[in-house]
C-alpha cells in the first residue's frame, strides 16, 4: 500500500514562505517522479511543479516559478516545496503524487496524499 503524507501546511503574510513536505512509503521512492498540485475553493485541481526520480530534472507551473522550489530526499523518501513571496492566490490545499514521469497531468499520477492546507493573507 502507497502512502503519501504532506505536512507543513499553515497560515502565512503575503510575501512570506513555508515549506512543505511529503513523506513516502510502500514503493521504491526513487524509482519514480514526484509532483505537487493544489485546489483552491471552487476551482480544478491545477499543477504547481513536478521532479524526476533522480531529482535531475525539474518543471513548474508558470504562475509559480521563480518563487517556489521542488525538490527530494530519497535517502528520506520525501518530497519539499519550498515556497517563497507568497500571493494569496496561492492558497490552496496542496498535495503530493507519485508517477511515472514530470507530467504537468494529474492523470500520469497513480498515488495522492491526503492534501495539507495553505492559506496566504493580505
Known amino acids: 500500500q502507497v502512502q503519501l503524507v504532506e505536512s507543513g501546511g499553515g497560515l502565512v503574510q503575503a510575501g512570506g514562505s513555508l515549506r512543505l513536505s511529503c513523506a513516502a512509503s510502500?514503493?521504491?521512492?526513487?524509482?519514480?517522479?514526484m509532483g505537487w498540485f493544489r485546489q483552491a475553493p471552487g476551482k480544478e485541481r491545477e499543477f504547481v511543479a513536478a521532479i524526476t526520480w533522480g531529482g535531475g530534472y525539474t518543471r513548474y507551473a508558470d504562475s509559480v516559478k521563480a518563487r517556489f522550489t521542488i525538490s527530494r530526499d530519497n535517502a528520506k523518501n520525501t518530497l519539499y516545496l519550498q515556497m517563497n513571496s507568497m500571493k494569496p492566490e496561492d492558497t490552496a490545499v496542496y498535495y503530493c503524487?507519485?508517477?511515472?514521469?514530470?507530467?504537468?497531468?494529474?492523470?500520469?499520477?497513480?498515488?495522492w496524499g491526503q492534501g495539507t492546507q495553505v492559506t496566504v493573507s493580505s
Open positions: 503524487a507519485s508517477g511515472r514521469s514530470r507530467s504537468a497531468s494529474a492523470k500520469e499520477y497513480d498515488y
Open positions: 510502500g514503493r521504491t521512492f526513487n524509482n519514480y517522479a
